[in-house]
């Protein structure tokens, strides 16, 4: 499975951005579907998580700011990103876990959040 990530930019600090990750095969029955953060110099951190049936998880630092969703009919997952603050600035990849234990990484999105 390929995964081709797009949207980041540079956004002041309150905007929005909207974050695309497509993949090279029908997602609809993928186990996992996931963004996750690497700021400057730290480790890459979960975002939010989308299973199969829709159900979402997201990281306290996000949570009520970024909504992941899914569009099984593009085989594309989305994360709306809003209220954006500079320590959002980083990288973001998607992962999609096909089954547990297979997964793949897309290659990354540069958000950047200026103050």
């Known amino acids: 499975v390929q995964l081709q990530a797009c949207g980041g930019g540079l956004v002041q600090a309150g905007g929005s951005l909207r974050l695309t990750c497509t993949a090279s095969?029908?997602?609809?029955?993928?186990?996992?579907l996931t963004w996750y953060h690497q700021a400057p110099g730290k480790q890459r951190e979960l975002v939010a998580t989308?299973?199969?049936?829709?159900?979402?998880v997201y990281g306290v630092a996000v949570e009520g700011r970024f909504t992941i969703s899914k569009d099984n009919t593009r085989n594309e997952v989305y994360l709306d990103m809003n209220s954006l603050k500079p320590e959002d600035t980083g990288v973001y990849y998607c992962?999609?876990?096909?089954?547990?234990?297979?997964?793949?990484w897309g290659q990354g999105t540069q958000v950047t959040v200026s103050s």
């Open positions: 095969r029908n997602i609809a029955n993928f186990a996992l």
């Open positions: 992962k999609a876990e096909v089954i547990r234990g297979e997964y793949y």
């Open positions: 989308m299973t199969n049936g829709g159900m979402a």
